[in-house]
């Protein structure tokens, strides 16, 4: 009963000074870069927005002759393996319908303009 009791007062203090840690670890801040919302009486709305971290997301909804509403959109995100993912979708009396597309994100590497590699650099390069 003792050895039950040591335990717990050692893997209390241990679980709450995990989940503090947990808490208080730093997020990347993402920024709202641009955003519009419109909306028009009885007709319907548009709204757009795009995040610092690549998000974007456009949506349009119209009334048809019937009084349907019709939704049109695009969103799209950048995955942790360098590819965006896009997705186009409706949305109206026929159901959800979506299309998707991946593509590669292409980082562009740059050059500082004062490097100098030496010829042994510039053969390790050179993989053949």
């Given at each position: 009963m003792?050895?039950?009791?040591?335990?717990?007062?050692?893997i209390?203090?241990?679980?709450?000074?995990?989940?503090?840690?947990?808490?208080?670890?730093?997020?990347d801040?993402?920024?709202?870069?641009?955003q519009?919302?419109?909306?028009?009486l009885?007709?319907?709305?548009n709204?757009?927005?795009?995040?610092?971290?690549?998000q974007?997301?456009?949506?349009?909804g119209?009334?048809?002759?019937?009084?349907?509403?019709?939704?049109k959109?695009?969103?799209?995100y950048?995955?942790?393996?360098?590819?965006?993912?896009?997705v186009?979708?409706?949305?109206?009396?026929?159901?959800?319908?979506?299309q998707?597309?991946?593509?590669?994100i292409?980082?562009?590497?740059?050059?500082?303009?004062?490097?100098?590699?030496?010829?042994?650099?510039?053969?390790?390069?050179?993989?053949?």
């Amino acid at each position: 009963m003792r050895m039950k009791l040591e335990f717990n007062i050692f893997i209390l203090p241990a679980l709450i000074l995990v989940l503090n840690h947990a808490n208080c670890a730093p997020l990347d801040a993402v920024e709202v870069t641009k955003q519009t919302f419109n909306k028009f009486l009885n007709q319907g709305y548009n709204f757009l927005y795009s995040l610092s971290d690549g998000q974007t997301r456009e949506e349009t909804g119209t009334y048809d002759e019937n009084g349907n509403l019709k939704i049109k959109g695009s969103y799209s995100y950048n995955g942790d393996d360098n590819k965006k993912y896009k997705v186009q979708y409706t949305a109206d009396e026929n159901g959800y319908q979506a299309q998707s597309e991946v593509e590669e994100i292409v980082i562009p590497i740059s050059t500082p303009p004062n490097l100098q590699l030496s010829a042994a650099a510039i053969a390790t390069l050179s993989v053949g």
